[in-house]
């Protein structure tokens, strides 16, 4: 089990956190049939599959996957598609399905944190919580009135990088990542003050994703003694202790290792003990008013 740092429950509890939630937890779902989201990399090869035209042009594509090159990859997947087909697609794998929650969705929505963000395009996590009967809003990175909705006591959940609802305006592509951070500077402007004033907790997250990385690293280097957040990752995510290091200075970033057996078992129960302490610690904090 992971065993929680005391001054993260803390945080949690006055909900001076935010959770962050990527793919790896969307892959602990599945429908009727069995069928689970898939993740980035499998996302594009199939994609890769539904261009016609030469072998040439998907064997250079599946290279650039190989190589984790996904943006580059990912823009000349949609210009080879086209954009109808490219959409289309897009809700084949994300929305068709029809995936079912997962406990980890449950777990993590029992932490009850004020401000919850995801990369996921999926709807997964937002239609559990909508089924628990809490008021919650759900925001795109291209909403107008973030700064707004962040300010009152409402609860949110932030697509950073859109939802399969409208997958034309999802950030997917290279050329999208550069495009938002200047089209909706307010977005990111958001995260920043976030991350200055909250504890971050990254579940299921990958450390290659450009927005996160931005956020992190200009957190890290422009307070040097700024407090660090969390990530959850399994064991040998990060090849070696030292990998996992460098990520962890430059992030300013400390990483809370799980082991991977038994389908993340470990971490689904973790954070099951997570919501339980939390619960506990803001039961304490009502008894002697101190919030």
């Not at 990542?177 to 299921?204: E, M, N, P, Q, W």
């Not at 280097?221 to 990752?233: E, T």
Request: charged letters at 20%.
């Amino acid at each position: 089990m992971i065993k929680w740092p005391p001054d993260l429950v803390q945080d949690l509890a006055r909900r001076r956190a935010v959770v962050v939630i990527g793919a790896g937890v969307s892959m602990n779902s599945a429908n009727n049939h069995g069928v689970r989201p898939k993740d980035w990399a499998a996302t594009l090869r199939h994609l890769i599959g539904l261009i016609q035209g030469p072998e040439a042009l998907r064997k250079s594509l599946r290279a650039l996957v190989g190589n984790g090159d996904y943006l580059t990859a990912c823009d000349v997947i949609r210009s080879a598609l086209g954009q109808n087909a490219f959409c289309d697609a897009l809700r084949a794998e994300f929305l068709t399905p029809n995936f079912i929650p997962a406990p980890i969705h449950k777990h993590i929505e029992q932490i009850d944190s004020r401000i919850v963000i995801t990369p996921n395009f999926d709807k997964i996590y937002e239609t559990h919580v909508m089924t628990q009967q809490k008021a919650v809003v759900v925001k795109t990175y291209a909403d107008r009135d973030l700064t707004e909705i962040v300010r009152t006591a409402q609860r949110v959940i932030l697509k950073i990088h859109g939802s399969i609802d409208s997958p034309a305006e999802m950030i997917f592509t290279r050329e999208d990542y550069a495009s938002a951070r200047v089209k909706y500077r307010a977005c990111y402007d958001l995260l920043s003050a976030l991350i200055l004033t909250h504890t971050f907790v990254f579940v299921g997250c990958g450390v290659a994703d450009p927005d996160i990385a931005l956020v992190l690293e200009d957190y890290a280097f422009s307070n040097v003694y700024g407090r660090h957040h969390y990530m959850v990752a399994s064991r040998g995510a990060f090849l070696r202790p030292q990998i996992q290091a460098v990520y962890e200075k430059s992030r300013n970033l400390r990483v809370l290792n799980y082991s991977p057996i038994n389908g993340h078992q470990e971490l689904t129960d973790s954070l099951e003990e997570l919501s339980k302490q939390v619960f506990a610690e803001r039961a304490h904090l009502t008894s002697n008013l101190n919030w």
